[in-house]
């Protein structure tokens, strides 16, 4: 029976503290074949070409107008607001599909042009040259071999937006958030990893990206709708699972 692999890859700006998850898909049923925390950029890129497809919890892009600014700043000749009001300060900070993250599941991602997701954001950025230079696109809408995930929001629209998973105070929640996966996933074979991903956030969040890029490839997926086509090649898209 043929195979697939699918990634799954938390990145952090620090390797040592990366996600990397691989699953092996057989007919319907999926195997977790590795966790781990610690990933360089050679353990990213290696995973992300043996994959399908692969999940990327980063953002791929930053904000039209963000970057419109910072060229024109450099430049000189920025066209003058007509003020820098709270609404011209979301279009500059927050990307398209950020705000439709949050209008879908009431979650808002973190602000690439103004936060420190920036960090890894930059760090993928390199990755993704890396992999053009081997022949692989890497567009930013995710229809190339990677797409970006968002974890968080993944499990609101699962159901589980209000778990509170993360770091040691999360410790309790997130071992019982991997249980209420297991029972939601009778397809997945968890293969003993549960232990690590109920100690380690990374690890979990790794799993999650993993299982929203087979998502994205089954077509189970929120893909951007027509008026979003244009701001997601050029931004991003965050993939989330089809809303149930």
């Avoid at 938390?10 to 390797?15: E, R």
């Avoid at 953002?59 to 009001?85: A, I, N, Y």
């Avoid at 602000?111 to 992999?131: E, F, G, N, Q, T």
């Avoid at 609101?156 to 249980?179: D, I, M, P, S």
Wanted: hydrophobic fraction near 45%.
């Amino acid at each position: 029976m043929a195979t697939r692999l699918f990634v799954g890859v938390d990145l952090a700006a620090d390797p040592r503290r990366t996600g990397l998850a691989t699953l092996n898909e057989a007919g319907d049923r999926v195997r977790i074949e590795r966790v781990r925390v610690g990933a360089n950029d050679d353990d990213v890129l290696a995973a992300v070409l043996s994959a399908a497809k692969a999940g990327i919890d980063v953002p791929f892009g930053w904000p039209r107008q963000f970057v419109d600014l910072v060229g024109g700043h450099h430049s000189g000749d920025l066209p003058v607001p007509e003020d820098t009001g709270p609404d011209w300060r979301r279009d500059v900070l927050y990307r398209r599909t950020d705000l439709e993250v949050r209008r879908l599941v009431g979650k808002t991602p973190l602000s690439v042009a103004a936060d420190k997701i920036a960090y890894p954001a930059i760090r993928w950025a390199a990755i993704a040259a890396r992999l053009r230079e081997q022949g692989v696109p890497t567009p930013l809408d995710g229809t190339g071999a990677a797409c970006e995930v968002y974890p968080g929001a993944a499990l609101a629209a699962w159901g589980f937006g209000a778990v509170r998973y993360k770091k040691a105070k999360g410790t309790q929640e997130r071992g019982e958030l991997v249980e209420a996966l297991d029972a939601r996933w009778p397809w997945l074979d968890w293969a003993g990893h549960q232990g690590l991903c109920a100690t380690s956030d990374d690890a979990l969040d790794a799993v999650i990206a993993a299982v929203v890029a087979r998502e994205v490839l089954h077509g189970r997926a929120v893909s951007p709708p027509a008026e979003l086509t244009a701001a997601a090649t050029d931004e991003g898209w965050i993939w989330l699972p089809a809303l149930y």
